[in-house]
């Protein structure tokens, strides 16, 4: 496949370093402001697949061009760089900002809030600009959130894409979702199969 | 089933104190909080729910998103009535509240009880409505109370800025007979958006719409499946015994019944009988009667010498005879046979008996046949008799004599 670095792509494989996509915990992935509900899952993909966005892409509300994507992962990933290929006529988002292993940001948050890092990105339709992260703070990056707050103009911000490059640690972080504590044991809260039911026998 | 912190907005303002809804809009907006409360605790058990006021003082959260039921009723009690209600901060503390629940995972929702009229424009609802669904929150509406068309207007513009995939609901609620609970119950409220509903919203609908249940036999079978087992199994049993005892009837009118009009009677009273009728033992014992009274009837029919019609009718009834028994049919069959050999004769006889009387009435009226009446009456009396070739023989040589 021709990339259009301008290295000699023969001599390593560039899809194989775009390869974090694989790490992403997709079920999870969630977007604030995006029109479709859903449509920020296919905005990962391999690294040849960079450009064909057969499949859908991010879109925000008309109207308001911020966006915020949150991407958890299976396990700790060490962060590189990042791409994002955007839309055209203005809708290329202008800036984006990172937030690490936080939950639940939403807008009034990533507005207040300091991000780890921000980039200011440029028109990238054909996906060849990497945005580089500082990356002793991207060491254990259990979910990332991106938030972009503006766009070069348009209606709406389009994101067709979003590339991560890194290396993906076996280590897991925040294994146990949500517990109850239970402070005693409250039987009512362990029914058995026997107890509900009230002694009825199945009638196949 | 969906995992939700619920944020339910409560107006208490002024406007509460009327009795439009029994007993005040006040009380049915409470028994509609708590009906709402349950629901959303049973559908799923993660599932947090938060009640705030709205007017008095400024509004005011009673108790922050949780599962625990009893915490909730109980903040309802002692709610004090006053003020004006500010739809748009209650809206805004609501999104404040949800936003720092503790289970993240949960999708908000705000729920909002607007009985008192709207002060605010319908732009600043719009930009509210907009920043819900840019953060993602639903938000349904219940539209009760005070009745006037900027309120409602301003209120369909807010669900119309705030609806992502209509998630959000809005529902008017006018003042009449039925509770304002009842009313929820039905709506996507209360049942979460199409999911199918929960078993609470379901088993309150069928409690609420009033007297039938619309369930078989008026039981229903989530509540008593044993019960309703019972009844289909028994009512199952007795249509199978109504209907093989219809059959039975049936089949002894087919064999039994001698006459038309008879037969034809019997079957519409055979017809009446195969519908499932409780009184059918009742109506059975009156055909046996009926067969007793129509064997009697072809038995004097008979022996009034009427059998030309009857008899053919015996045919034909007994070739009708549709037996399932196949002995039956059988001996049915000998039988015809044996009848139709004697009935013959008896037709041909009758054909005789009428030529013959025609005959006698000449022999009698002809001269000098005197001598020859024993001979006649022998004659007549042979014609009774059921050898054809003796009377053809006696009629030939009576004429011989005669001429």
Same mark, same amino acid.
Request: hydrophobic share 25%; no cysteine.
């Given at each position: 496949m021709a990339c259009l670095h301008d290295h000699n792509c023969e001599e390593h494989d560039c899809s194989s370093d775009w390869s974090?996509?694989?790490?992403?915990?997709l079920s999870k992935v969630s977007a604030l402001?995006?029109? %479709?509900?859903?449509? %920020?899952?296919?905005? !990962?993909?391999a690294w040849e697949q960079r450009l064909n966005s057969s499949e859908g892409y991010l879109e925000s509300n008309e109207g308001d061009p911020e966006l915020i994507v949150f991407i958890p992962f299976t396990s700790d990933v060490k962060l590189k760089s990042i791409s994002i290929v955007g839309g055209v006529d203005g809708t290329s988002p202008a800036k984006m900002r990172a937030f690490i292993n936080?939950?639940?940001?939403?807008f009034s948050d990533a507005q207040n809030m300091q991000p780890v890092q921000e980039w200011d990105l440029v028109e990238n339709l054909q996906g060849v600009l990497e945005y580089q992260t500082r990356y002793s703070r991207f060491q254990s990056v259990g979910n990332i959130t991106l938030h972009f707050p503006?766009? !070069?103009?348009?209606?709406t911000t389009q994101i067709h894409y979003i590339g991560l490059k890194g290396e993906a640690t076996q280590l897991k972080r925040d294994? %146990?979702?949500t517990i109850v504590y239970e402070l005693m044991p409250n039987p009512s809260d362990h029914k058995t199969r026997a107890e509900t039911g009230g002694g009825l026998s199945q009638v196949e | 089933m969906v995992l939700e912190a619920t944020m339910i907005c409560i107006d208490n303002s002024e406007?509460? #104190?009327? +009795? $439009?809804? =029994?007993?005040?809009r006040f009380q049915a907006q409470a028994d509609a909080v708590n009906l709402i409360c349950g629901a959303k605790t049973q559908s799923n058990p993660e599932n947090t729910v938060g009640v705030l006021t709205m007017a008095g003082k400024g509004v005011r959260?009673?108790? /922050?998103? /949780? @599962?625990d039921l009893g915490k909730i009723l109980a903040c309802m009690h002692g709610l004090e009535i006053g003020g004006e209600m500010n739809l748009a901060a209650g809206i805004q503390v609501a999104q404040l509240a949800l936003k720092h #629940?503790?289970?993240?995972?949960q999708q908000q929702r705000i729920i909002v009880f607007a009985g008192s009229p709207v002060k605010y424009d319908k732009k600043v609802l719009e930009l509210i409505g907009r920043k819900l669904k840019k953060n993602s929150v639903a938000l349904d509406i219940v539209n009760f109370g005070e009745e006037d068309e900027e309120k409602r207007e301003k209120l369909e513009a807010l669900l119309a800025a705030v609806n992502n995939n209509d998630s959000s609901h809005i529902v008017h609620v006018p003042p009449g007979p039925s509770a304002l609970s009842d009313v929820l119950i039905s709506t996507p409220i209360f /049942? *979460? $958006? *199409?999911? +199918? *509903? =929960?078993g609470f919203a379901a088993a309150a609908a069928a409690a609420a719409a009033? +007297?039938? @249940? *619309?369930f078989e036999f008026g039981v229903d079978p989530n509540l008593d499946p044993e019960l309703a087992l019972a009844l289909r199994v028994s009512m199952e049993e007795e249509r199978a015994r109504q209907e093989a005892a219809a059959k039975k009837a049936a089949e002894e009118a087919a064999k039994q019944e001698k006459g038309e009009q008879q037969s034809t009677s019997q079957d519409t009273t055979m017809t009446e009988n195969v $519908?499932?009728? /409780? =009184?059918e033992p009742d109506k059975k014992t009156h055909d046996l009667m009926d067969d007793e009274n129509a064997l009697l009837q072809q038995a004097l029919a008979m022996s009034m010498d009427d059998s030309s019609s009857t008899v053919a009718v015996r045919d034909t009834d007994m070739s009708d005879? =549709?037996? $399932?028994?196949h002995d039956l049919q059988l001996a049915l069959q000998l039988s015809v046979q044996e009848g139709a050999v004697d009935q013959s004769n008896q037709t041909d006889m009758n054909k005789l008996l009428a030529d013959q009387s025609f005959v006698s009435s000449i022999l009698t009226s002809l001269p000098g046949v005197d001598p020859n009446d024993p001979h006649v009456k022998d004659l007549l009396a042979s014609m009774q008799s059921q050898s054809e070739p003796n009377k053809e023989d006696d009629k030939a040589p009576k004429e011989d004599e005669k001429k």
């Open positions: 974090l996509y694989k790490h992403i915990d402001n995006e029109a %479709v509900s859903g449509s %920020v899952k296919s905005v !990962f993909r936080r939950d639940g940001i939403d503006d766009n !070069f103009g348009g209606d294994v %146990v979702a | 406007w509460m #104190r009327n +009795g $439009d809804y =029994s007993p005040n959260v009673l108790v /922050t998103p /949780t @599962s #629940r503790q289970n993240k995972k /049942t *979460g $958006d *199409g999911e +199918g *509903g =929960s009033g +007297g039938v @249940s *619309g $519908d499932p009728g /409780t =009184s005879a =549709s037996a $399932d028994d």
